[in-house]
Nanobody, 128 residues
């Protein structure tokens, strides 16, 4: 699976950004795609995930209600809509995918670090 992120940038607190992940090479119908982020000096954090195995989504508490993950299968694109951005959202954001998958999003995001394919990341900077 090949993943290419885009859409990062510099915004002010309260503004919005939409990240895109172009996907290719999926072999199976059931897969999971996640967005992770890593800020300098901090551990990588899984912020959102969707699983096509059962059409579930998962959000970390830190982004729940502000971020939305969406899958456009026709365009082979996965998006992360980020609203109400905060300075603490500043990080490099990565798209990750794993296939085949037979579990929901909340479980799938846990296996991504070990078994997922990864993109190169896109920088998001939120100024106060």
């Amino acid at each position: 699976v090949r993943l290419v992120e885009s859409g990062g940038g510099l915004v002010q607190a309260g503004e919005s950004l939409r990240l895109s992940c172009a996907t290719s090479g999926f072999t199976f119908d059931d897969y999971a795609i996640s967005w992770f982020r890593q800020a300098p000096g901090k551990e990588r954090e899984g912020v959102a995930c969707l699983s096509t195995a059962d059409d579930t989504v998962y959000y970390a508490d830190s982004v729940k209600g502000r971020f939305t993950i969406a899958n456009d299968k026709a365009k082979n694109m996965v998006y992360l809509q980020m609203n109400g951005l905060k300075p603490e959202d500043t990080a490099v954001y990565y798209c990750s995918a794993v296939e085949p998958i037979a579990v929901g999003a909340a479980q799938a995001i846990k296996v991504m670090p070990s078994f997922g394919s990864w993109g190169q990341g896109t920088q998001v900077t939120v100024s106060s």
